[in-house]
């Protein structure tokens, strides 16, 4: 297994807001490569900006990761221009079900986006870097995909999906020299936790959780899991029968 503990050639999704944007000016800096890409131009114009002013080469792309032939042409594209060291699957949503049940529409969209959308961006990554026998590939999960919530079930669901994804596909790729990483945040500051009305423990910013993601990626840590009094929270809930938990689950403010 190989990967660069230092990368400098760095593709991130979803990187116009939130962990991805944070993620991005972390890891901009003179001789750092960055393929950018996100759904807001003015958001993904400003991150780049701060980017190259870090001295990094930006390529900023507004791209839907559900578009599985542009996501395979413009991941092609940036390996071919500079060989990717790391791909970091970010993007991602998130919808609750305030009204007490959550829209079938709603829900597919969620899948679409958090699961097929890491799909459409690890697959063109893998297929480029098995050839070279090395890479690192970052799944970005939840905490809430540890135990299914009520007030959100496809996002839980989506992040349950992809965090038990990421960590069948670590063993399967090791044959091919690359790692995969699956981190999994609680709150974090960003476009989709500005709509809670609720309290949200251990909010933490998102530039804070970016540099603990980075270091723990630059470690090839498999699991990044934070913080780990949520991680301990979702554990007790896990661990304690459903008879328990749900009625305490469903009880507790639903994500608008």
């Not at 990967?3 to 760095?10: D, E, Q």
């Not at 993007?91 to 049940?101: E, H, K, L, V």
């Not at 020299?177 to 500005?194: A, E, F, K, L």
């Amino acid at each position: 297994m190989s990967y660069a503990r230092n990368p400098h050639s760095i593709l991130i999704t979803g990187a116009s807001s939130g962990i991805g944007a944070a993620l991005a000016v972390a890891y901009a800096a003179p001789g750092v490569t960055l393929a950018l890409s996100g759904r807001n131009q003015a958001r993904l114009d400003d991150i780049s900006t701060q980017c190259r002013e870090s001295g990094a080469e930006v390529f900023a792309r507004v791209i839907n990761v559900t578009d599985i032939a542009g996501m395979k042409s413009w991941i092609d594209e940036m390996d071919a221009q500079s060989p990717l060291d790391l791909v970091i699957a970010n993007a991602g949503i998130s919808s609750g079900s305030a009204r007490d049940s959550e829209e079938e529409a709603q829900t597919r969209s969620i899948f679409s986006v958090n699961l097929e959308g890491v799909l459409n961006t690890i697959w063109p990554a893998i297929d480029a870097m098995r050839p070279r026998k090395t890479g690192q590939l970052a799944i970005v999960a939840s905490i809430a995909g540890f135990r299914g919530l009520p007030g959100a079930p496809a996002y839980s669901a989506s992040k349950a999906a992809v965090l038990n994804y990421g960590d069948a596909l670590r063993g399967m790729l090791l044959v091919d020299g690359i790692h995969v990483s699956v981190i999994c945040p609680g709150y974090v500051v960003s476009r989709m936790t500005d709509t809670n009305t609720f309290p949200m423990p251990f909010l933490m910013s998102a530039d804070k959780a970016a540099g603990t993601i980075k270091r723990r990626l630059a470690k090839a840590k498999g699991r990044i899991v934070f913080p780990w009094p949520m991680l301990w929270l979702m554990r007790v809930l896990q661990a304690l029968p459903i008879a328990l938990t749900d009625p305490f689950l469903s009880r507790l403010p639903k994500k608008n």
